[in-house]
C-alpha cells in the first residue's frame, strides 16, 4: 500500500503547513466526490467512512485499512522538488487503497505470503549450514515462488486499481508524474515497477 521516495532537504515550515491543509483539502474533495459518484454506479465507489490523516516519519504514503488511516512522511511532503501535483496524485493513490472493494482480501494474502519468506529463507540458511543442499535449493525455490509470483499475484492488482483510482481523481499527468518521482526502476514483491505502473495509469478509464 505505501509508496516512497528519496531525498533529504526541507521545505521551510510555512511551506510544510501549506503542502498538509493540501493534502487534507484532497482527501475532503475526493472522498466528497467518491460517495457522490455512488448514486450513479460510478467505479469509485467506496465501502468505509471517510479517512483519518496522520503524518508520521516515515517516508511517502500508506493506507492503514484497520485503523481507516492515510498516513503521510513529513520527510516526503518536505522535500523542496515536491509539486502539488505529485501530493494530490499520492493522496489519491492512497484513497484508491480506501476504496478499493478487494483491499482487504488482498492484505491478508500480501501479508501472509510476506510472512512465509521469513521461515523460508531461514530454513534455506540452516539446509546450507548443514549441508543439505537439495533441501536448501527446494527452500530456495519455494522462496522465489513467494516473492515473484505469489505476493506479486496478491498485492500487484491492489497497486494498479489504487492507481486508477488516483487518476480519475486527480489526473493521469498527475499520477504520472508521481510514479516518475519514485526514484525506483524495479518491481519488488508488493509493488509493479514504476514503467509499467505509468503505462497501466495511462489507460486507466477516466
Ligand atoms: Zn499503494
Same mark, same amino acid.
Given at each position: 500500500?505505501?509508496?516512497?521516495?528519496?531525498?533529504?532537504?526541507?521545505?521551510?515550515?510555512?511551506?510544510?503547513?501549506?503542502? %498538509?491543509?493540501?493534502?487534507?483539502?484532497?482527501?475532503?474533495?475526493?472522498?466528497?466526490?467518491?460517495?457522490?459518484?455512488? !448514486?450513479?454506479?460510478?467505479?469509485?465507489?467506496?465501502?468505509?467512512?471517510?479517512?483519518?490523516?496522520?503524518?508520521?516519519?516515515?517516508?511517502?504514503?500508506?493506507?492503514?485499512? %484497520?485503523?481507516?488511516?492515510?498516513?503521510?512522511?513529513? %520527510?516526503?511532503?518536505?522535500?523542496?522538488?515536491?509539486?502539488?501535483?505529485?501530493?494530490?496524485?499520492?493522496?489519491?493513490?492512497?484513497?484508491?487503497?480506501?476504496? !478499493?472493494? !478487494?483491499?482487504?482480501?488482498?492484505?491478508?494474502?500480501?501479508?501472509?505470503?510476506?510472512?512465509?519468506?521469513?521461515?523460508?529463507?531461514?530454513?534455506?540458511?540452516?539446509?546450507?549450514?548443514?549441508?543439505?543442499?537439495?533441501?536448501?535449493?527446494?527452500?530456495?525455490?519455494?522462496?522465489?515462488?513467494?516473492?515473484?509470483?505469489?505476493?506479486?499475484?496478491?498485492?500487484?492488482?491492489?497497486?494498479?486499481?489504487? !492507481?486508477?483510482?488516483?487518476?480519475?481523481?486527480?489526473?493521469?499527468?498527475?499520477?504520472?508524474?508521481?510514479?516518475?518521482?519514485?526514484?525506483?526502476?524495479?518491481?519488488?514483491?508488493?509493488?509493479?515497477?514504476?514503467?509499467?505502473?505509468?503505462?497501466?495509469?495511462?489507460?486507466?478509464?477516466?
Amino acid at each position: 500500500m505505501g509508496l516512497r521516495s528519496g531525498g533529504n532537504a526541507t521545505a521551510q515550515p510555512a511551506e510544510l503547513t501549506r503542502r %498538509k491543509t493540501l493534502c487534507e483539502n484532497t482527501i475532503r474533495d475526493i472522498c466528497a466526490r467518491t460517495v457522490a459518484s455512488t !448514486d450513479g454506479g460510478g467505479p469509485a465507489q467506496n465501502p468505509r467512512p471517510t479517512p483519518a490523516l496522520h503524518f508520521t516519519e516515515r517516508r511517502g504514503g500508506y493506507y492503514r485499512w %484497520k485503523a481507516n488511516r492515510i498516513e503521510i512522511g513529513e %520527510k516526503y511532503l518536505g522535500e523542496p522538488s515536491r509539486t502539488d501535483d505529485e501530493i494530490r496524485a499520492l493522496i489519491g493513490h492512497e484513497l484508491g487503497h480506501w476504496a !478499493d472493494p !478487494d483491499l482487504v482480501r488482498a492484505c491478508r494474502l500480501g501479508g501472509t505470503a510476506l510472512a512465509l519468506t521469513v521461515p523460508l529463507g531461514l530454513a534455506v540458511m540452516f539446509s546450507i549450514v548443514f549441508s543439505a543442499l537439495g533441501v536448501a535449493l527446494s527452500m530456495f525455490a519455494i522462496l522465489t515462488f513467494v516473492m515473484c509470483v505469489l505476493t506479486p499475484w496478491a498485492s500487484w492488482g491492489s497497486e494498479f486499481y489504487a !492507481d486508477q483510482f488516483a487518476v480519475r481523481a486527480v489526473g493521469s499527468e498527475a499520477v504520472v508524474e508521481l510514479l516518475g518521482s519514485l526514484g525506483s526502476r524495479f518491481p519488488s514483491p508488493t509493488h509493479p515497477s514504476p514503467a509499467r505502473r505509468v503505462a497501466h495509469a495511462r489507460t486507466a478509464r477516466v
